[in-house]
């Protein structure tokens, strides 16, 4: 792989960690929220809802880890071979 390549993959893992940390910020602030909800607010449709999300974050930041990995493995391929 040539320098340029490594390079725009390299520009793409910063925008997959950044959005890694954005992603987790926005889970910590909905798992906060709703550990904060009184009881009975978390006990219905509201906490379900934030359960809801809280799921869904917890899916898509699994996923990007794994585009993550995928994208740190690709690089250590292209490097042992030049």
Same mark, same amino acid.
């Given at each position: 792989m040539? *320098? *340029?390549?490594?390079? =725009?993959?390299?520009?793409v893992q910063n925008d997959v960690q950044a959005a890694l940390d954005t992603l987790q910020g926005i889970l910590d602030e909905e798992q906060d929220a709703k550990d904060n909800m009184p009881e009975g607010l978390q006990n219905g449709p509201s906490g379900e809802r934030s359960d809801a999300v809280i799921d869904n974050l917890n899916s898509a930041i699994s996923e990007i880890e794994s585009a993550k990995?995928?994208? =740190?493995?690709?690089?250590?391929?292209m490097e042992s071979v030049e």
């Open positions: 040539n *320098k *340029k390549r490594l390079t =725009e993959i390299g520009k990995d995928s994208l =740190e493995n690709a690089v250590s391929c």
